[in-house]
Each structure stands twice: as C-alpha cells, then as structure tokens.
C-alpha cells in the first residue's frame, strides 16, 4: 500500500505543472491545489493506484466554486481543491472513469448549478420535481467583497493606482486655474502604474476582490 | 528657503482645485517650496483601502514614502487623509523591524526600497513648527478680525503616535485661525465626524445622525462659516449641504472654507473671490465681512 508521501510525490512528478500548493492541515490530512484542466488526470493517476473517492465537496464563494475532490488512501485523505469561475460554470465530469461520482455530481449541479461536462446521466437528483428549472438552492448571487458604493474606486485605484482618475477635463481645469496642468501621479505614467500592478499582485488584492485584468475591472457588477 | 516635497491626495489635485492654488500660494507667500515629484500613487485613502486590505494599503503608502525618501526631503501632506495613511505607515514600519522586511521584499521587486529617513508631516506642523505663528501674523494684511468661525477638526486631524497628544494638531490648527485675527465661536460638537466615512458605507444615516446635527449645532452658535483642514470634509460639509437643506427642510447656506483659503484672505491675495466661487454653498458674502478683496 502506498504511503501519502508516495502518492503526493507522484503527483507532482506527474502533474507538478499543474500543482499550485501543498498543505498539510492536520495529521493524515491533506489538500493539494491543482488546475480544474488537470482534475481528470489526477484522479485517473489515483484511481490505477486503487485509491478510492470519498465524495465530493462544493463551496460557493461568491465568484468562485470550489471542488474539494477527497481521496482515501491508506487512512490519509487527500483532498485535490480546484477553483471554477461562475463565469466558467463547467469542469469535466468524473463519472465515466470514477462511477462513485456520478451521483455525487448530479447532487452538486442540483444545489449549485455547476455543470459536469461528460456526465452520462445529468438527470436531477434530489431537488424535488416541482422545483424550478434554473434555481439552485445553494448558489449565491455573483458577488464579491467589495461593497456596491465601493467597486469603482477600487477599480480605479487597481487599474491606475488612484481612485479619482485624472482625466482630461481635470488637465483642462487645472490649466484654467494656472496650476501645473498634469502632476506627476502615478496614474498618468506608465512605468508607475506597472509598479503598482506588480504590488497589488503581489499582496494579492486582485484575487481578493475579484478582479478581472482584462476586463479591467471587477468581476461583478 | 525649506522645501519639502508636497503630497497633494486625489482630491484635491483632481476636485478641489481652489485649495491646491490657495495652499501653493500661501507657501510661496511664506518662502515654502514645495516640490512636485514623479509617481506618487493615491496614499491610499484611509476609509475604503484600509479597511479592505490593511496589507495592500501599507504596501502602497511605503511606496509612497520611498519616492520621497529618494529625494532626500521631508515630506508634507496637504490632505488630513493622506497625512495618517502616510504618518501611520511611518509609525508601523518603525516599529516593526519584521514588517519592514515583508513590505522591502516586495518593493524590492520593483527596485524599490523604505529606509526610514523621510518623516511624514501634516501641513499644519509646518506652518506652525517651521514658519511659525508670529511669521505667519506678518503676512496677515486684512486681519479677518469681524469673522466668526466654527472650527471642525476631522477625525483625521487627530492622528498622533502619542496617545497623550491627539489635540497637538487641533490646537494648532486653532492657533493658525486666531493668527489671521478670526474669532472661534464655539458650538459644542467639534469633535463629531463630518459623516463622510460612514456615508460610504449608509449614507442617509451619516447626513441624518452626523452631517445634519453639525449643521444644525453651527447655526445655532451664530458661526459666519466652518473653518476644515481635510477635503473630505469640506466636500461633506459644503457639496453635501444642499442635500441635507433638501433632506431635513432646513437652510443653513453656512460657507465651508479650507484653511489654506482663509490664510489667501487674510494675507489679502488678489482673487481670493475666484477661489471662493468654486465653492458650492455661496462663499463670497464672507468678503463682504472681511471688507472686501483686491479682486473687486
């Protein structure tokens, strides 16, 4: 029987490009980030080592799903965590290689309405039947942290490192009232506004607020 | 001459024009130069940025403060709002070694990096530490001797690494009106917020329970105008006015004047009226009090 150490190691050797983090939570407990493209071959690779699924876990963040896909083996559970965009809404299904899935996923589409591309039998499951096509119980409205008044000058501070823009009409204000026309904000140079980005990435405040690069703003309305 | 590299905020340089001219007009008058210098990104506002993401608004304040600390100078804060994002991340980073580690190694991918060596000041530590009061009453050439004025501090304004020292800045904001011979007028609630930052977050409830209140508490003392040092403030105070006249019923019509303006009138500056019509509650009147301007 393999140890967890052995079948994380495999993992990576397989998969590593696709790993983005390893924790260990607790004794015997562990969670691996992994792309959702890579989730299909991940558990293929854990289903030939007879590593067996428990179930499958949903959590609506707001913008995200996040699928915590938890294996068993030899008393160690390791849990594969992968996120899907509301905007996305779809992963590849796991039932034609793992049927223990089937179910599971069908139970998932019903609460949340994330689709499981390849299911062979996306019939519903434990909604009633006189429940509403389209509503899903469990889903939450796309919505992230940051407060409606509040998007646009955090969309504003992120794209140009102010929250009041300096537009053309403030150039023109100023010129007006014999100020220097344009200041030397950060905002109105290039290599000040990469600066900026580079931070903000760094801390990781757009993914903290959902925000979409290139879009150029967030992900919510 | 002392120079100092100015800090303006989004504000003032993009809204409120009129105290950015009043405020490089006073210190030229003074024999102050400011400097104007490249990058400066918003501090970031204490109100939203802060709250959201502590870590984020120290990262970008300390970016701040190494443009500054580039040139060698002190730097000085036009805006109360700006002044305790920059003031506290000086304080944060002074007192924790680890946490100035974390936020370098992230300037440092961006080939940048916060010693230490630049101090944050509030305008007012200037003009009352470095020019001086007594300098200051020797500019005065219309002493604003028949102005009755309400003072509202801001919250900001109270900002001080001592705890046993908030009313440092207060006072001299204080001791900066009574040197252009304006009479303060009390009126009981010059500690309450202007209710801008929680009008962020409710804004019916900060007019009502904030904005109004002060209002209504500045009428009755008979205050000719609100004396703020914080353009968030005097956005609440003036532009919010006329909604919270429309709101309750009420007229105030009460002129909101920055210090940096009521500096420009004493010291008599031509145009002082330009400056006063960009003011949303009519301000101009109050020339008539102090008889009068160059301008007309």
Known sequence: MLLADDIIEILKQELGDYISGLQKIKEQKYIIDIERSAIIKAAKLLVEKDIRLITISCVDDGLDFELLYHFEANKNIISLRTRVPKDVNEIDSLASILPGANWIEREIHDLFGLKFNGHPDFRRIILPYEWPEGKYPLRKPMEGIVPKPHRKVVSELIMTGQPIPFTSSTIRRRERMNLPPELPVASLKEESVKEIHELIKKVGYDKKVGFDWKKGGLRYK | ?296
């Open chain 2, 1 to 296: 001459m002392t120079e100092y590299i100015v800090f303006w905020g989004c504000l003032i340089s993009t809204r409120f024009l009129n105290i950015e001219v009043a405020s490089r007009k006073v210190f030229e008058e003074l024999g102050v130069k400011i400097n104007d210098v490249e990058g400066f990104s918003c501090c970031p506002e204490p109100v939203i940025s802060k709250v959201a993401d502590w870590d984020l608004w120290l990262t970008l304040a300390a970016r701040n403060l190494s443009i500054a600390e580039e040139k060698k100078q002190n730097l000085m804060a036009i805006c109360n709002g700006c002044y305790e994002t920059l003031h506290d991340t000086e304080l944060e980073l002074e007192h924790s070694h680890e946490l100035k580690q974390k936020i370098n190694e992230r300037l440092k991918s961006i080939g940048r990096e916060y010693q230490g060596t630049t101090h944050v000041l509030n305008f007012l530590e200037v003009l009352v530490n470095d020019i001086g009061i007594e300098e200051i009453k020797k500019h005065v050439k219309k002493p604003l001797n028949n102005l009755k004025v309400a003072m509202h501090y801001g919250c900001h304004l109270f900002t001080s690494g001592d705890p046993n020292n908030i009313w440092k800045l207060p006072r001299y904001f204080d001791e900066v009106v009574k040197a252009t011979g304006a009479t303060i007028v009390t009126y009981g609630s010059e500690r309450l917020c202007c209710g801008y930052p929680l009008s962020q977050y409710d804004y019916n409830f900060a007019l009502k329970n904030l904005t109004y209140q002060k209002f209504k508490m500045i009428k009755e003392s008979g205050a000719d105008c609100i004396v703020v040092t914080c353009p968030a403030c005097y956005y609440q105070l003036d532009f919010e006015q006329k909604t919270v006249e429309k709101m309750f019923g009420e007229e105030f019509g009460i002129p909101v004047i920055h210090l940096m303006e009521l500096l420009a009138m004493a010291f008599d500056f031509p145009n002082v009226g330009e400056l006063l019509k960009m003011h949303r509650v009519k301000a101009n009147a109050l020339l008539e009090i102090i008889g009068g301007s160059k301008s007309e």
